[in-house]
């Protein structure tokens, strides 16, 4: 049944092989092969938006369409998700270690920085460090509310000490012998 979006696709016919693709799924909605063509369809049209989800649908389903993860991280690529397609190639070089399109994209997002919305975003958020920025170094420093609400608890326990422990020592019972 596929065969017929693929002869579509071949043809150029992509706004065809979307409807088509959307129609089979309707019966088939666990064929990975159709959710690769109708990612595939949309990313010649350059709906990338459209075009991800159907990729990672496609080898999520069936994990030997490697091939739309490869169209899946190069999509994120062109979204500026540099982080998120550094994952999906990272996730696919451990099963297809010699694969060039990977490692060509691989090479490129390692020389890549996000936006600076996105980073703020991450940071506001505490989310972890990835693949991508894991090389950036970055260091987090305790907030600056969060420091003036350490010195002010260490000062509440400094005055809270019960008052014996600096002004008497504690004496000895000699014991008898």
Not at 2 to 22: L, R
Not at 75 to 100: A, F, Q
Not at 109 to 125: P, V
């Amino acid at each position: 049944m596929s065969e017929i979006v693929v002869a579509m696709m071949q043809a150029g016919k992509w706004e065809e092989a979307i409807f088509t693709c959307q129609t089979m799924l309707q019966v088939q909605p666990g064929n990975g092969r159709i959710h690769a063509c109708m990612g595939e369809s949309n990313y010649q049209l350059g709906r990338l938006v459209d075009a991800e989800p159907s990729f990672m649908r496609a080898y999520t389903l069936d994990p030997a369409l490697w091939r739309a993860a490869v169209r899946h991280a190069q999509c994120l690529e062109k979204l500026h998700r540099y982080r998120d397609s550094m994952d999906v190639v990272v996730e696919w070089l451990r099963i297809k270690p010699g694969n060039t399109d990977l490692l060509g994209l691989k090479e490129f997002l390692e020389t890549q920085h996000e936006s600076q919305e996105h980073d703020g975003w991450e940071r506001t958020r505490r989310l972890g460090v990835t693949i991508v920025n894991a090389s950036f170094k970055r260091e987090e420093a305790i907030s600056v509310p969060s420091q003036q609400a350490a010195s002010e608890a260490e000062e509440a326990a400094a005055e809270s000490a019960p008052l014996w422990s600096s002004s008497m020592s504690l004496q000895q019972n000699p014991g008898t012998g």
